[in-house]
């Protein structure tokens, strides 16, 4: 069974600024968990559309529920591969991205569509699908849930990390006020609580059976 | 990461007849996968960027500035993929996109 995810996104730049952003975006003041970056294949097709994969190494923490179905010393990075073609012509980008460690616990695909906004020709419309699927018995979708939690919240940060690119391409000082770096903490700091606390409570619900 | 600017590209961003100045740098770079590859990427980052920006989005396809710079990178980076044992080999271009449901 696999989780399908859609959305829709925005940005205020030309299609082009986009495109030439796209290679540019790491690193970003969002883009912390990504840790390395590489092109490892590239061609210009005979139709004229640039092909390229990218293989990136992003940090990959799973929850501490998660944990003990885990192997003991599971690699705590992921390898990721984005598969890309721009094609100049039809002013399109389509990227598919997916990771290629730890598949089996649990898939991430990811398309994304970028065209001219069709109300605004100088912005650019993103169409965003995701493909969530687990294989582990039992826990499947507990985990594509999971998954599906986290995939939303990265869309915000990749959409984030893109303006910050744009705005500083574009002479701008991106806006990173100290205010917005306090309230992300918080955030993050209360969602860890609320995992350490859901850890507790399934332990002792598990103790009350014993 | 490492800092970027170098006098090559200060000099660009002066001059008057390119138009690199309006996709502009971004400060800092991406590490490689391969610890001894950042140099050679970063070469080609900047070259491939500058590519695409001022030729291939203007439709102009005259030769391939960044060809070398691209053969040494990779001659790394692939060299690296392959000590690493990243699981790489066969992996079809827009891979594992066939036919989903949607939801």
């Known amino acids: 069974m696999v989780k399908y995810y859609c959305c829709a996104g925005l940005l205020k730049s030309t299609w082009d600024q986009v495109c030439i952003a796209f290679w540019q975006r790491y690193p970003n003041p969002y883009s912390n968990h990504v840790l390395t970056e590489d092109i490892i294949f590239r061609e210009v097709t005979p139709a004229n559309c640039l092909i390229s994969r990218r293989l990136l190494t992003k940090t990959s923490r799973a929850p501490r529920w998660m944990e003990r179905y885990l192997p003991k010393h599971m690699a705590s990075s992921a390898y990721i591969i984005e598969d890309s073609v721009v094609d100049p012509q039809k002013r399109t980008m389509t990227t598919l991205t997916w990771n290629i460690s730890h598949a089996r616990l649990m898939s991430v695909e990811e398309r994304c569509q970028y065209r001219i906004n069709p109300e605004n020709g100088s912005w650019t419309e993103i169409k965003r699908e995701a493909w969530i699927s687990s294989n582990v018995y039992g826990l499947t979708r507990a985990i594509q849930e999971f998954g599906l939690a986290r995939f939303k919240t990265s869309v915000t940060k990749t959409m984030k990390g893109f303006e910050y690119v744009l705005a500083k391409m574009q002479g701008e000082t991106p806006s990173r006020t100290l205010a917005e770096t306090a309230t992300e903490r918080a955030r993050e700091t209360a969602l860890a609580a609320k995992e350490k606390a859901k850890d507790l409570a399934s332990h002792a619900q598990k103790k009350q059976y014993v | ?103």
């Open chain 2, 1 to 103: 990461m490492l800092t970027t600017a170098t006098a090559a590209e200060n000099s660009l961003k002066n001059h008057p007849n390119l138009d690199y100045t309006s996709f502009v740098r971004i400060q800092a770079i991406m590490n490689s996968v391969g610890e001894a590859c950042t140099d050679l990427k970063r070469e080609y980052d900047q070259c491939f960027n500058r590519w695409f920006a001022e030729k291939f989005l203007k439709g102009d396809r005259n030769g391939d500035p960044c060809m070398e710079t691209f053969r040494l990178y990779q001659r790394c980076v692939q060299k690296a993929i392959k000590e690493k044992e990243i699981p790489i080999d066969g992996v079809e271009f827009m891979g594992p996109n066939k036919e989903k449901p949607e939801s």
